[in-house]
């Protein structure tokens, strides 16, 4: 029995940390991905601003600033911990039950290969 | 000393699949949960691009062109662009309800603090475009 709840209450930590990386990740894209998604998505691409806004010159200037790259960094991790918690409760609310553990190693997993492959690719640009 | 049996058998309540789809609250919360995919199928979009910046002036111009302008993923990211407004709208709601914010021993109405919320998201927003759009 004391294995059991020492295991859940392991799991309640572990669960703690997972969830302030989601709700950090909901805070920070609730802010800014409607206008990323708007402008470099969107406007630029249809023309409804100058498409030279998304342009190779202007975004390899802003990417290679140091300050850009922390923003950046921040915005593709927590916004991959969000997603991977709150979708890990989607496919639990859908029923699936079978392959709780899996389901939780390959989300967040994939979180954190997106998180290195993020840093790796924000440091190639210079 | 109690030993706990090997393995605790667990009723679960039967539930169809399709549970969200029997009341509208359920629906929208479904909606809300699912935002979070398109969240992060931009994330990766956005990856791509980065990849592809940093490979040179060809490849990034090939990917905006090709990729970024082709109607199909104009469509998805109109699609990807109505579920992450789902996102913020819901999130600041929220905010407001779980965020107790309090001023000497009274607390802030939840709707102000919600307030607070939408006005961080537009300032944010307008910041962020200034700097995209700044000649």
Known sequence: ?126 | MIEAPPELKLYRRPMARAWWLKNRRYTLYMLREISSVFIGVWIVLFLVQLAQLGSGREAYQGFVAGFLRSPIVIILNLAIFVFVMVHSITWNQLTGVIQVVRIGDRELPSRYVAGGAFATWLVASLVIAAVMLAA
């Open chain 1, 1 to 126: 029995m004391q294995h059991h709840v020492e295991e859940s209450a392991k799991g309640g930590h572990n669960e703690l940390f997972w969830y302030g990386l989601f709700a950090a990740g909901g805070v920070l894209t609730a802010f800014v991905v409607p206008i990323h998604v708007l402008i470099n998505n969107l406007a630029a691409p249809l023309g409804l601003v100058p498409v030279e806004t998304i342009g190779y010159e202007r975004m390899a200037r802003l990417v290679a600033h140091p300050l850009v790259k922390v923003y950046l960094f921040a915005l593709i991790a927590l916004g991959l911990f969000h997603w991977a918690h709150r979708f890990r409760y989607v496919l639990i609310d859908l029923g699936v039950m079978g392959a709780r553990e899996l389901i939780a190693v390959l989300a967040y997993g994939s979180a954190i290969a997106g998180t290195v492959i993020g840093a790796i690719l924000l440091l190639r640009v210079t």
